[in-house]
């Protein structure tokens, strides 16, 4: 099936700017050609399939977005079935995708291996959804941090570690996370400047991640965890939200990737600066507790992100909250408000969330021979990144997933 997209605004997240009256033919699934020129290649016909042209009258053109730290909403099984918890974390997938043009997802830990499960039914062509990259269980210790997610797994001893480690890969796990501290959401003994695992503990579950040849996605959030994690070779650092000079020296040594995930320290009702954040923050409720925990822990965390950012640390975008189809939005919002370019916050949420996932050669930007998850919005993103909200069409290999004016 071929697919012509016209008389775009292209923003390929490979130079930052948008092209206007541009052109994108979409072959198998995959970018075949682009006119910057504002020339319109011929459509043809493809072995007898329907041929489809779309004027996007001025619309923007741009790769899909990625949000590279998420879980599924957080109940136990006594408050909702397993199989209810399993069919909902899908819904929330599917909706992600189709309502708010996420094509890439990172899980960060679940339980009882539904994201393996979500994955395979997506890829199988079962269902139509995201991609999605599976963690399992992320993996804590005893005492670990957020133990009420109901997605921790806890462990203890460096033989502790190896073990769970070996029965997620059994279970079909793309990465794995680990828990070196706790956090910012937790009971009062979980808190994000304590570490939690001996230096055993860790150079074992690092080991047998190595020797399995399996990334470490690295829960880490005071500079001991963050030097932990880069020294034993994190191929991500996850939230960071305290760190020193040393940290962002390694990061850009090691050449490791920075997820600050801004929203668990920023999203509260003192915080809260538009509408989209005022909603999510009264549906959400958190208790004051974790809301006094998040607001002293902003104005630090965001110092970080900013020097990361100025340093040139690699970053992508995750958002580490729900509902998915708000999260990566939200997170989008946060980056620019602390300081990121519209353009630093597209390419963290297209570019780096393909790259992170090792999937960079095949998605991410709009070149040809990549791809095509595309999604065209309303308004320019590099103007006011809230125009990516402005939703029309998803685009996944080429075929419209969601058309929001056909509603």
Same mark, same amino acid.
């Given at each position: 099936m071929r697919t012509l997209l016209k008389n775009a605004t292209l923003i390929d997240c490979v130079?930052?700017?948008?092209?206007?009256?541009?052109?994108?033919?979409?072959?198998?699934?995959?970018?075949?050609e682009i006119r910057t020129d504002g020339s319109t290649p011929d459509l043809g016909a493809s072995?007898?399939?329907?041929?489809?042209?779309?004027?996007?009258?001025?619309?923007?053109?741009?790769p899909g977005l990625w949000d590279v730290h998420i879980h599924p909403d957080y109940y136990a099984v006594d408050d909702m079935p397993l199989a209810d918890q399993v069919t909902l974390f899908g819904h929330r997938l599917r909706t992600a995708l189709t309502e708010s043009s996420i094509v890439g997802l990172r899980c960060a830990g679940s339980h009882s291996y539904m994201d393996v499960a979500w994955k395979r039914a997506f890829d199988s062509g079962q269902?139509?959804?995201?991609?999605?990259?599976?963690?399992?269980?992320?993996?804590?210790?005893?005492g670990g941090h957020f133990l009420t997610s109901g997605h921790a797994l806890?462990?203890?001893?460096?033989?502790?570690f190896v073990k769970a480690i070996r029965e997620q890969i059994k279970n079909g796990v793309d990465h794995f996370k680990l828990n070196l501290s706790g956090g910012i959401m937790?009971?009062?003994?979980?808190?994000?400047?304590?570490?939690?695992?001996?230096?055993?503990?860790?150079?074992?579950?690092?080991?047998?991640?190595?020797? =399995?040849?399996?990334?470490?996605?690295?829960?880490?959030?005071?500079?001991?965890?963050?030097?932990?994690?880069? =020294?034993?070779?994190?191929h991500s650092v996850e939230h960071g939200y305290?760190?020193?000079?040393?940290?962002i020296e390694l990061l850009l040594k090691h050449d490791t990737w920075y997820v600050p995930t801004l929203a668990i320290s920023h999203l509260t009702p003192q915080q809260a600066t538009n509408s989209w954040e005022l909603g999510w923050v009264k549906q959400r409720n958190l208790a004051p507790d974790l809301c006094c925990r998040a607001d002293a822990a902003s104005d630090v965390h965001r110092v970080w992100f900013e020097k990361a950012l100025k340093a040139g640390v690699k970053m992508a975008l995750g958002s580490d909250i729900r509902p998915l189809k708000e999260a990566a939005l939200l997170e989008l919002?946060?980056?620019?408000?602390?300081?990121?370019?519209?353009?630093?916050?597209?390419?963290?949420?297209?570019?780096?969330?393909?790259?992170?996932? @090792?999937?960079?050669?095949?998605?991410?930007?709009?070149?040809? @021979?990549k791809l095509a998850d595309l999604i065209v919005v309303d308004g320019n993103p590099l103007e006011d990144i809230d125009n990516v909200r402005r939703l029309r069409l998803v685009l996944k290999e080429g075929v419209i997933v969601s058309d929001k004016h056909r509603r």
């Open positions: 130079e930052p700017r948008a092209v206007e009256r541009a052109a994108v033919l979409i072959d198998g699934g995959r970018i075949r072995d007898g399939d329907d041929a489809i042209e779309i004027d996007l009258a001025g619309a923007c053109l741009m269902h139509v959804g995201p991609r999605l990259f599976a963690s399992g269980h992320f993996l804590t210790t005893t806890e462990c203890d001893g460096p033989y502790g937790g009971p009062a003994w979980d808190r994000h400047q304590n570490s939690f695992l001996l230096q055993e503990e860790l150079k074992a579950a690092f080991d047998i991640c190595h020797l =399995r040849e399996f990334k470490v996605m690295a829960h880490a959030t005071n500079p001991e965890a963050v030097k932990n994690a880069i =020294r034993l070779g994190a305290i760190m020193d000079d040393e940290c919002g946060l980056w620019v408000r602390d300081g990121a370019t519209p353009w630093q916050a597209l390419v963290a949420a297209t570019r780096n969330g393909a790259a992170i996932c @090792g999937v960079g050669r095949e998605l991410g930007t709009i070149e040809v @021979g």
